[in-house]
T-cell receptor
Framework: GAVVSQHPSWVICKSGTSVKIECRSL??????MFWYRQFPKQSLMLMAT?????????EQGVEKDKFLINHASLTLSTLTVTSAHPEDSSFYIC???????????FGDGTRLSIL | RKEVEQDPGPFNVPEGATVAFNCTYS??????FFWYRQDCRKEPKLLMS???SGNEDGRFTAQLNRASQYISLLIRDSKLSDSATYLC??????????????FGSGTQLTVLP
């Protein structure tokens, strides 16, 4: 069964709306979670590393004020796309795990469409 | 040069065929290696980890050559359900901590009836 749950799976909203995406680890505690973005026919690109109880680490070129990350508990990280615009339309995926050379597990992904 | 490079394909093969995917990575300090499969509009799912000694899981065989920085995936007796994009994934994180992954752009496979 799934070990990482992501919600919602699909969002369609107007330009200027802020959208919150949740990522939960279901049967383990995750001090670190990762947020990725994938555009059509491209590979997953890491956006940021979410750290429980501290600030997220953003990859170069990712605006921290645009993509707000909150990791308030050991099982939940949220990504808020603030004032979303059509160019933010993408497939957003979270992952957790990966300690000690183990593979990461991915959430189902959220398909975001901004009109 | 991309950190992880794959032949994008597409590979169109008949059912029952054997198909091989290749992947190279640029960071010689990379610690762990995986193949994931991603179905259209879905999240990546782990197919198998890749070990230096090579490993096999049913019809799937993965190989790692650290000297050449090369990873391969072999699928034997391919099934229609094998149709997906196969992602070569490399982890270059430091030991003992949660990892960051670098993804190849994926190789698209279509198995034809």
């Amino acid at each position: 069964g799934a070990v990482v749950s992501q919600h919602p799976s699909w969002v369609i909203c107007k330009s200027g709306t802020s959208v919150k995406i949740e990522c939960r680890s279901l049967d383990f505690q995750a001090t670190t979670m990762f947020w990725y973005r994938q555009f059509p026919k491209q590979s997953l690109m890491l956006m940021a590393t979410s750290n429980e109880g501290s600030k997220a680490t953003y990859e170069q070129g990712v605006e921290k004020d645009k993509f707000l990350i909150n990791h308030a508990s050991l099982t939940l990280s949220t990504l808020t796309v603030t004032s979303a615009h059509p160019e933010d339309s993408s497939f957003y995926i979270c992952s957790a795990g990966g300690k000690d050379n183990q593979p990461q597990h991915f959430g189902d992904g959220t398909r975001l469409s901004i009109l | 040069r991309k950190e992880v490079e794959q032949d994008p394909g597409p590979f169109n093969v008949p059912e029952g065929a054997t198909v091989a995917f290749n992947c190279t990575y640029s960071n010689s300090a990379s610690q762990s290696f995986f193949w994931y499969r991603q179905d259209c509009r879905k999240e990546p799912k782990l197919l198998m980890s890749v070990y230096s000694s090579g490993n096999e899981d049913g019809r799937f065989t993965a190989q790692l050559n650290r000297a050449s920085q090369y990873i391969s995936l072999l699928i034997r007796d391919s099934k229609l359900s094998d149709s997906a994009t196969y992602l070569c994934v490399v982890n270059s994180g430091s030991s003992g901590s949660a990892r960051q992954l670098t993804f190849g752009s994926g190789t698209q496979l279509t198995v034809l009836p």
